[in-house]
């Protein structure tokens, strides 16, 4: 099994900026993709960012130029950045993961718990 543990999320007020890390653990040979997504109350989850392996991101327009995804395969952990935040980014934030538990196995799809992030003054 595979575990992803999110931590950073928390109060803060417009303008302000937070940073969001996902820990990845357990039966892991290789990951692919890792990313961030987030759920605002009564909308579906949206994806906020990905990232490959090989570092190539992907952004979604509402936060592009603001947040910043990036990665430490040695420590299987992905980060995301957030600057200026906005009332509008408030939302559960949920990491994602693709692994493959060993070298046989297909990429599965892993989620954390998520992590509330609030943006109000």
């Known amino acids: 099994q595979v575990q992803l543990v999110e931590s950073g999320g928390g109060l803060v007020q417009p303008g302000g900026s937070l940073r969001l890390s996902c820990a990845a653990s357990g039966s892991i040979f290789s990951i692919s993709t890792m990313g961030w997504y987030r759920q605002a109350p009564g909308k579906q989850r949206e994806l906020v960012a990905v990232?490959?392996?090989?570092?190539?991101?992907n952004y979604a327009d509402s936060v592009k130029g603001r947040f910043t995804i990036s990665r430490d395969n040695a420590k299987n952990t992905v980060y995301l950045q957030m600057n200026s935040l906005k009332a509008e980014d408030t939302a559960v934030y949920y990491c994602n993961s693709r692994v493959r538990s060993t070298w046989y196995s297909a990429f599965d799809h892993y989620w954390g718990q998520g992590t509330q992030v609030t943006v109000s003054s």
């Open positions: 990232i490959t392996n090989g570092g190539s991101t």
